[in-house]
């Protein structure tokens, strides 16, 4: 079984920039597909981004198509989210998630604030 651990989040004004990790262990990192997915207060768990095993096709929702972009080095057991042009509304914890065989697995999340 996969473990995933985020970090990357915080504070960052509206307009900046911020880039997401999300590490893995535990497993073959390489056999999962991997998304990033968010929730912020009182809302529901939305999808952000996924990523196939071999990082040749991704998905983004269309709330952040253009402004970001989900990668993984599958050497480094990491998925990644560049995160540009950040809005007030991205504000939400991330989470990033792990699939195989209809299996799902979740890190603990990272907070992302956009505010000035």
């Known amino acids: 079984q996969v473990q995933l651990v985020e970090s990357g989040g915080g504070l960052v004004q509206p307009g900046g920039s911020r880039r997401l990790s999300c590490a893995a262990s535990?497993?073959?990192?390489?056999?999962?597909?991997m998304g990033w997915y968010r929730q912020a207060p009182g809302k529901q768990r939305e999808l952000v981004a996924t990523?196939?095993?071999?990082?040749?096709?991704?998905n983004y929702a269309d709330s952040v198509k253009g402004r970001f972009t989900i990668s993984r080095d599958n050497a480094k057991n990491a998925v990644y989210l560049q995160m540009n042009s950040l809005k007030p509304e991205d504000t939400a914890v991330y989470y990033c998630?792990?699939?195989?065989?209809?299996?799902?697995?979740w890190g603990q999340g990272t907070q992302v604030t956009v505010s000035s």
């Open positions: 535990g497993s073959i990192f390489s056999i999962y597909r």
């Open positions: 998630n792990a699939v195989k065989d209809g299996i799902v697995t």
């Open positions: 990523i196939t095993v071999s990082g040749g096709s991704t």
